[in-house]
Every structure is written in C-alpha cells, then in structure tokens.
C-alpha cells in the first residue's frame, strides 16, 4: 500500500490505523533480525498513537495528511526522553530532552512513529558500517551494504518495514543509501526544512529528508515536515512545500547531463544513466550535455569543509555536560579518556582532519581553498541552470558494495559521493529514483538535481523517470 492509501483507507474506517501498524510491526519481527535497521523501536507507544488515530477518526475528529503512516527516524533526530545515539558511543546512554521540529511536525501530520534507525557515526559514512551499535544490512541481498550514512533508514523502507523514513544528507547520506537500496530519497533545498533537533554534523550541508517507495510517498512527507521555523534561523522563511499536482510530463524540459559526473561511474550504471536520458528525450525532453568543471571539484572541497565545521561542532562531547563520561584524576585525562574511547576511528580522522585544516598555517592552503571552490561550484552551477531547468547523473558511481570492501580505504568510500556532494554545496535540492539493476542485480538510482527551490519540476522528472522505470524494467 502506497502513504496516500493507507492515509485514505485509515481516514474512510476501511483499515485501522492499529492494523496498519501491526503489519509493518510484524515485518519489522520477520526481518530485522537479520536487515538491523532499527536501533530502538517504540512499538507500545506506537500502539498508542495508532490507537488515538483510530479513536479520532471514530469520533469524526480531523487528521492529518499521514494519518496512521508509520515511519522510523534516522537516530541523529531528537525525540523526547527517547535515546539519541547518532550512531556513536559517546551517545549511547543520552536521552534527549527535548523533540526535533520534524518530529513535532510529523506528529501534527498523524505520522506514527515507530523507532530509530540505523547510521554512520555523527551520519559520516556511505556504508552505515561506521555505526558504533554494527551495521545494517542491504535487504536486495544482506552480504552488501545499504549505503549510508542514513542506511538503516533506506533499508527500513526497502525491507517494507515502514512505508516512510526520514535521514539527514550532508553530502548524500540519503540519496547514497536510497540509490543502493532501490528507494527514492529526497535532499531538499537548504533551509527547506528545519533543522532544529538535529544533530549536527556540518552545520552549512546539513539537511533534512524522507524515504519513501514511491516519489509520491516521499513528497508526502516532505511536504509535512517542510516550513519555516523560529529555533532554526537558516529555515527560510517560507510556508511548507506544496507540490502542484498534474502532469509528469518532461516535454519541453531542459534537462542537463553534467558531462564530469559521468566520469568514472561504473559501466552498468552509466548504461542506467543513458537509458534514462533516451527516454527523457522520446518523451520530447531537450537533453544535452552541459560541462561544470568545478563539479568533481566538489568532493576534495567537502572533505575539508564538512570535517572542520564537524570538529567544532562536536568539540560539545566532552564528558562534562551530556552523553558519555570516563572518570579519571584530572580534566585533561577525562577529556581524552572521554573522547578517546566515546568516538570511532572515522569520526577521529574528521575531527583532526577538520582541525588541521582551521588551524592557522594551513588555514588559507586549506579551508579557505575549499571555501572558494565552493564559491566556484555555486558559480558554475547557477550559469548551468541559465540553460538547463534540472541536471541529471548517477547518485553512486556503483552499485551496494560488499561489507568490508571499503572501510579500510577511506578515499574509495569518500568517492562514493563525487555526484552527491555538489548540490549539498550548493544548497540545491536533489533527489535519488530507482531505475533499474546492476550486473549483480542490485539497484541503479538517478539523480535528479534542480536549482535552490526548484523542488518542483525536480518531483516532476522524479515522478516521470519512476514511471518510465516502472514501464522498461
Ligand atoms: N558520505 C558522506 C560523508 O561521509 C556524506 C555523509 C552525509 O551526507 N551525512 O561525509
């Protein structure tokens, strides 16, 4: 069942928001023993909240847009008195104390929330092997990994154990894992969606956004947890997103192949990205190549810039105020004890990469570079949106990758994101569909990308590629 059925089958007294619930609860009992998804799961207070959906609808009550739609939460978003890992150590015993605007906003929505999923420590990753609790497996086939760092929560919707996830994408941790595990994720603009409740892990790429099966599912939910919000002051001021139903139609559109990101993408996926853009062009789209230099640019920049705003931001796990504490005679001791043994080897290698980078010496070879080559990439991707109305390539340049194929070679892992990472740079939207299967039968995801609030017509090209995906394969 698709969100807008059960929504619909949940308002009209036709299935129980409880029935609806306890299906998905029973698969998560099927398969998340062997898929681990899911870090914690509210399944009692779920009942309750289904049950109080059922009761309004009864009495006739209003509800909202997901009415009964259970979802699982990345856990780097805070829910009230609920553990808020972020996949590390040095968070396991913190509870937050207070709800995340996107939680607040679900819950207005009728969204039942169901439990936190899986990540890479602090979302640093593209496997979710990062993950200090083990990693999450890709349920196309569990030997592979789902991608990451928001694994646990593409794996959650691929696994059919929710209908609906949210993740966080700094430099595409949704659309990575929605690629590798066959879902649609969405990156929205920057500032689209609050983020207040989040976790930080590079505070100006942060962003917010759902998985779901479907693109219509997925614009659902970013649309009920998009809008302004006064604990975030870089929510732009602006009612929440409402996408304008009609045609998927592309005839017409502008539609861009960055000609660098096709550069090094894996043969079989490359193959995926050409027949996409042959069927974007039977359907009267005008496809062309366009040339954006700086944009394999964007992978060396965001390894500086994403690692120094994390070493400031998690300067705040300390052992003194929340979340882990190693006693020992003196601060310093504490601190590095603390530290030392709360944060695994790749958060480590951000946080003195990231310090190295701000330190003063290196600050101008280093962050100030990257600075610029960020400017550069919203220069060249701004005069490529003055002929092309959306930009496509491959989400990853491979398929889901083997457990342990990549830990070891951080600079392998990090190429996983070279197509990802300029939007977030940009602050673009941009957004991952399923459109067909590897050699090794995995699945193939699309990037969509559209200029800053061009969600529209970038949901427009999703909407079309998934149906054209739904015709070929
Ligand atoms: N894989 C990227 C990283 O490790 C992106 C992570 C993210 O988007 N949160 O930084």
Redesign the pocket.
Known sequence: MNVSEIVEKVRTKQVSAQEILKSYLDRIDQKDFQIKAFLDLYDQQAIQDAQDIDDKVQKGQQVGPLAGVPIGIKDNLCIQGRLTTAGSKILSNWHSPYDATVIKKLRQAGAIIVGKTNL?EF????STENSAFGPTCNPHNLSKVPG???GGSAAAVAADMVPLALG???????R?PASLCGVVGIKPTYGMVSRFGLIA??SS??QIGPFGKTVQDAIMALEAISGSDPFDSTSLDQSPFHFEQGSNSVKGLRVGIVSELMDGIALDVKASVQKAISVLEQAGAKVDTVSIPSAPLGLSA??LI?PAEASSNLSRYDGVRFGLRHQADDITTMYETTRGQGFGA?VKR?IMLGTYALSSGYYDAYYSKAQKIRTLIINDFAKAYDNFDVLISATSPTTAFDFDAKVDDPLS??L??VC??PS?LAGHPAMSVPFGKGQDSMPIGIQVMAPALGEQVMLQVGLFLEQAANDIF
């Open positions: 890479d979302a640093m990753g593209s990451g760092s928001s966080s994408d700094t430099g595409g941790s949704i990575q892990f590079a790429l942060d965001y390894y994403a790749e951000r892992m990090y996983s994101d990802t990472i977030n």
